[in-house]
């Protein structure tokens, strides 16, 4: 087992396809499948299950993949650390869906023009599935919201700094009576993210009155989706100021301010590279 081949089994993985893979990777279809063969035999287990050309991870393939992506995140950390003068390699970096719209696009052009060497790969998800990714050396750093407070996050061994601040806006259908307070609120159905999603939690505890059912949850997967919920009548949301000053023409909605939330910058006690470190220096000079 080598670094090469564990590569090749994360691409296949992350693209469910040999054909997609070694598109990816640069190599001959014949020699992504012999490699995956290899590794399996190797390793005496299935990692994959077959269907058509589809490949599916089985669950020892799963556990695999979280050893094989703090493995290859590890290497990849001894590698900058030989440069540390010279950001390059690969930076992950996490956000939750608000910042990454509303906040990073203008940072991130900056950060590139000053490493065009650093592979950055963004993705998204809640601040609990962030902090998790941190965590297992799925992500480099991520971009957080934590109410919590910094002490519960630097006792899982992770260090913070605030980055950014957003009002989070409690917003109502357009004819809802004004709101002062949670019992002044009449629609019961409540649109947000997933569990584990900051703003989600907030909306939900502060909408808790007591003698009152809890707000019923309509999941959905974006804030356009969280408008057009709030639109139609059947839910109340909850989002920051920011992301609805990125619409051209807002939906007429009312608008109740809730409070101010810090957005966090977490990474890995000890991690420093030279990436990051270029990175920090571009956050922090963020408007």
């Given at each position: 087992?080598?670094?090469?081949?564990?590569?090749?089994?994360?691409?296949?993985?992350?693209?469910?396809?040999?054909?997609?893979?070694?598109?990816?990777?640069?190599?001959?279809?014949?020699?992504?499948?012999?490699?995956?063969?290899?590794?399996?035999?190797?390793?005496?287990?299935?990692?994959?299950?077959?269907?058509?050309?589809?490949?599916?991870?089985?669950?020892?393939?799963?556990?695999?993949?979280?050893?094989?992506?703090?493995?290859?995140?590890?290497?990849?950390?001894?590698?900058?650390?030989?440069?540390?003068?010279?950001?390059?390699?690969?930076?992950?970096?996490?956000?939750?869906?608000?910042?990454?719209?509303?906040?990073?696009?203008?940072?991130l052009v900056r950060f590139h023009g000053r490493c065009p060497e650093v592979e950055l790969?963004?993705?998204?998800?809640?601040?609990?599935?962030?902090?998790?990714?941190?965590?297992?050396?799925?992500?480099?750093?991520?971009?957080?919201?934590?109410?919590?407070?910094?002490?519960?996050?630097?006792?899982?061994?992770?260090?913070?700094?605030?980055?950014?601040?957003?009002?989070?806006?409690?917003?109502?259908?357009?004819?809802?009576?004004?709101?002062?307070?949670?019992?002044?609120?009449?629609?019961?159905?409540?649109?947000g993210f997933a569990e584990g999603c900051t703003y989600r939690q907030i909306a939900e505890?502060?909408?808790?009155?007591?003698?009152?059912?809890?707000?019923?949850?309509?999941?959905?997967?974006?804030?356009?989706?969280?408008?057009?919920?709030?639109?139609?009548?059947?839910?109340?949301?909850?989002?920051?100021?920011?992301?609805?000053?990125?619409?051209?023409?807002?939906?007429?909605?009312?608008?109740?301010?809730?409070?101010?939330?810090?957005?966090?910058?977490?990474?890995?006690?000890?991690?420093?590279?030279?990436?990051?470190?270029?990175?920090?220096?571009?956050?922090?000079?963020?408007?």
């Amino acid at each position: 087992m080598d670094l090469s081949s564990l590569e090749i089994f994360r691409a296949v993985a992350l693209e469910h396809s040999v054909t997609r893979a070694a598109q990816r990777l640069q190599r001959a279809q014949s020699n992504v499948t012999t490699r995956i063969r290899q590794l399996e035999e190797e390793l005496g287990a299935p990692l994959f299950l077959r269907d058509g050309k589809r490949m599916t991870l089985t669950d020892r393939g799963q556990t695999f993949l979280d050893y094989s992506e703090r493995l290859l995140a590890l290497a990849d950390e001894a590698r900058q650390s030989m440069h540390p003068q010279r950001p390059g390699g690969r930076l992950r970096l996490g956000s939750m869906e608000s910042t990454a719209a509303s906040r990073l696009p203008a940072p991130l052009v900056r950060f590139h023009g000053r490493c065009p060497e650093v592979e950055l790969e963004v993705s998204t998800g809640t601040s609990q599935a962030l902090l998790d990714g941190v965590l297992a050396r799925r992500l480099d750093c991520a971009l957080v919201a934590w109410p919590r407070g910094r002490e519960e996050i630097a006792q899982l061994d992770l260090e913070a700094r605030p980055v950014f601040e957003e009002e989070l806006l409690l917003v109502l259908p357009a004819d809802h009576p004004p709101v002062a307070d949670p019992a002044d609120v009449q629609v019961r159905g409540l649109a947000g993210f997933a569990e584990g999603c900051t703003y989600r939690q907030i909306a939900e505890d502060w909408l808790s009155v007591e003698g009152r059912p809890p707000a019923k949850v309509q999941q959905v997967g974006s804030y356009h989706a969280i408008l057009a919920c709030v639109a139609a009548g059947s839910c109340v949301g909850i989002l920051p100021r920011s992301v609805l000053d990125l619409l051209r023409e807002p939906p007429r909605l009312r608008q109740v301010p809730l409070m101010r939330v810090e957005t966090l910058l977490v990474w890995r006690q000890g991690y420093a590279t030279a990436a990051f470190e270029a990175l920090r220096e571009v956050l922090a000079s963020a408007d």
